[in-house]
């Protein structure tokens, strides 16, 4: 099998302050289905093109932030390998049985030297909502709001990103696409890959354990993104910036929140990665072209707003 | 490592009647760039966004069609454990030393079930016009005509391709994405991953050995097919269908002839496969829809003219 | 005032054979807005770009077809002078009264050479769904289907292109844009704008009177060429011909059917005609090119399939 | 006819600083074509899809800005129309022979009440490099840099910008199709069109007179806003905002500017606009979003920066 392990991003928990207008923001404007609510008040949601049972969680709580980001293993028995690697590497790993989520068999959930609580699993059922498999059209219903095509990573700022990041190539089999180097070699961002995508994971460096920066949806085309950009403004949504383009991967993107203060991202585009291919630098001189490729500088927000 | 083994296809040789011609066509209409030329007359391409030296080789020869398909492999470790695995399952293959071509390190190559030449190499020279990779820009300088991002895949008649499959699947680590079943269970067609891309190699039953129905070259986006099919009337090259769009992979297309008859594509778009998706399966009464989701239909040109 | 006289293509009445089905292919696939029903049932629709009442008008009858095209006029008092001209060239014009047809005030109404029933008409009220004017939004609600922006042209075969053609350049002040000339002289198709458009009017000259070829929509984008094939081939609607570019006009298109079988179009592209530029003129042996750019080939339906 | 006196603006001179930078600038970014260079230095220069000599005069000079804006008059004869109403109205107009300026008519200039030049002529020679007429191809040659299709438009700075917007309403025909309107009902900004153009002409109020705030050029799509972005971030051109979206005309846009400070715009996109159509008005407390539909803010450059 050429492809093992660690596959992609499965699903993300985010908390948010107001459900109805967290779901206005996710189902209405950006696209996603909901295909559950738990008893627990959870409303579990996916893209149109993702055959996963779902994808994104949103629970109210009373602030911002991200609870955890899951990966989707291979098999059962790879995540047996994991498990063991981790607990080789000395990382407390616990075990939640299935019946906590609907629809997704145990998990393994751990804290990265990050702060930030990932999960990992290996069974989840599907949704008949995602892609056609006999005879299949393109979709079931023409995609809805900003027709986003997936959840596709997240971007997590914390303090101990050397950690983090050994973590994720050592253990789990991650590659380091790009990063961001200061002239004293320390790592300011680092771009990581389970896959051929130029991100699955990203990590910033921050005074903070924790953080949330941004998580991801997969748009199909830079005119998705215009169109994208046209239902923030039509509906007054909050934009952090863009339309615009990465330096890093190369993704035409826009930045921008959702009602509770999390902010997510529409990005298409980017290169295809191969764990053959050399690690793209960017020195911290040019770290404006990096992050934002066509204003050539970083706003504040960039690095100080995270839930 | 998440990705290893068979990476990605490397490299394709193909024979053309005329040389200035096949120039003419591959490097100012799709826009490769050349790289080499050998000795022996070969001349070697790349597209702009390749890494390694080449991807295309064209030889001048008296009849058209394709010399052999080459796949990258992740390690010259992996490269030896794939040859045992092809040896103990009864291939036959050679080693070709380095020398003989450019850049590239010591080749495996045997013959598939239908009759086609396909070689593994895990060593290639990275080649300066690739992408950049401190402080990347997007591109050295503007892509050219077609605006070819990658050699993608070659789709192959043969008569074995159950055989065929079975070596890739089972020896080689590919996954199958999608096929074309028969009433009586017949594979018709078969379309396999080693990666995430919905194809790197698709096989179609014929009745001949060895022949080829196309290579293919990734666009960007379904704009640049339009902008790729504005340049083929311009210059009045040969097309044979599109711009359209696949069922099968959901890419956007347009097949056409080089100089020398060679059937080339560029695409654009499909969805992401990951291995554990479902086989998606298309029935016979349904082909034409598979083939070009808008004609609903096979032109003749699809099933009988190969090289 | 630069513009004058006949402004553009206000509005067509359309025999269908199922209102029912009509609906779901002009409202739900093409993406207009019912704005009024009538007592005799017509059914008035309209684009979401349009300020006017409507622009689609769509009747129950046995047999398809159109049953008359009409010109919004700048001014009543342009009209007036319009009338005169007319009747001055011998041509038999009636006056409608307002009443017969929601929101529009008199009408003037002749049958051209060629045996179609052309209006004239300078005063309709606007529909509120119309675009925004103060502090304008792109649109109030997201646009539906195929995102037609606005009904804009018919192609129309007719017998006697020369007298209607000389009708619309002497009397109504339209411009030949483009045309398509035999060997010996004989103009085969004439492409005429009252505006900055590449054709507001085409005509085919074909041996019978009054016939429709079809009735365009404007798309914003090639994009939107593409989305549109997908929602044809998902809902398994009637297509001619596309996604392809003509030659004349330059425009992006696909040609398609109703379900009563009346030719529709979407496009979009072309360019800016001003009237101080040269006519361009294809000859016999380049219509294929001119009429689809890309497969450089009539298709027969072309020819034969009129309503 | 329906488009008759003022048709389109013609041609800009263009002060630059340094004539082989404001080259590269105009020529190998976005994309002209040099027709000619005059024996006093200026260079003229035409997008390739303009079948006029030249759209842009180059003038080489010590301070940047606009020596005048010229529009196209649809005749000799409208031109003598033109020339007796400006005269009624107290306009001081000075008729320039021909032999001035290469393949041009004779010209009349006049001093609006905003401080800046324009000049009216009827007679310009077509390039052969500009669009086919006889079977006419998409182009000669594939476009170059940003693909600019035609200079389209300047927006201007002055003071009596009620003086300038009542010249050009009453005497040349032009129609306002945007303002914007402070509380007290002066006009801070009119849109202006001799066409179905959503702008010919812009004028914003301004302290100083004569002042350039852009002159720009029309792009395909939106996809060609991307590329352009990508253009100037490659080749580290200074840009002043974008990609983006005026509310005003829905333009899709990008300011820069030229080595001089003169500012450019790239635009696609925007409605038509009729002579019948309302004027849409917009309030001072909605102007963020009326310049720039996404930031929904002006950047202080676009009030203060003009040459």
Redesign the interface.
Known sequence: ????????PGYVQVRVLDMKAALEHYRDRIGLDVVATGNDGRVFLKAY?E?DHHSVILREADEPGMDFLAF?V?SEGELDVLHEKLLNAGVAVEEIPPGDMPAVGRRLTFIAPTGHRFELFATIG?DPTG?????????HA?PR?MRAL?FDHCLLYGDDIDGAKALFNDIL???TTEQVVAPDGTVIATFLS????AHDLALVRHDEKGKLHHISFLL????DI?HA??????YEMS?DI????H?IT?G?TIYFFDPSGNRNEVFS?G??F??????????TD?VG??IF????ALNDRFMTVVT
């Open positions: 099998m050429a492809i093992s392990g660690v596959l992609r093109d055959f989707k291979a599907l892609p056609m498999v006999n005879n299949p059209e393109l979709w023409e709001g997936r089999g991650f590659s389970c896959s051929t995508k199909e085309s830079w005119n215009g950009a046209d239902i923030m403004s039509r934009v863009g339309p615009t383009r330096g190369r035409q585009g290169y295809t191969y764990p053959d291919h050399p690690v793209r630098t960017w020195s040019s072209k990096a490729y066509y204003e050539r």
